[in-house]
């Protein structure tokens, strides 16, 4: 039996996801890691949206975003998916719309 190659992200936020592409070298229309220079590739990433109120349980109503999750099959391994949590400070209409980052559908 295969053994599931997940990566657990914790909390994220906008600043998180728009720091992703600076962790990386564009050259042409491809993506290098800084530190072995191995070709990036991407994977998709389960965003559970829910309200912060239910800190630190991660739990409640909200809903599942998918994102793109850029990675580096050298240094972080051949993952198979990704899932992270966002805060959403308000109320349950709040997590209804998407927050910026996952409207922009990340890396």
């Not at 229309?29 to 191995?38: A, L, M, P, R, T």
């Not at 809903?63 to 099959?73: A, E, L, R, S, Y």
């Amino acid at each position: 039996m295969s053994e599931e190659k997940v990566k657990h992200l914790g909390q994220i936020t906008d600043e998180i996801i728009e720091g992703w592409e600076k962790l990386y070298d564009k050259r042409g229309d491809k993506y290098y890691c800084y530190k072995c220079g191995g070709v990036i590739m991407r994977t998709v990433c389960h965003v559970s949206i829910h309200l912060k109120l239910f800190d630190p349980s991660c739990a409640g109503p909200g809903k599942v975003q998918k994102i793109n999750f850029p990675f580096c099959p050298n240094c972080d391994g051949d993952l198979e998916y990704v899932t992270a949590c966002y805060h959403a400070v308000y109320n349950i209409h709040t997590i209804l719309r998407l927050p910026k980052m996952l409207m922009k559908g990340g890396f």
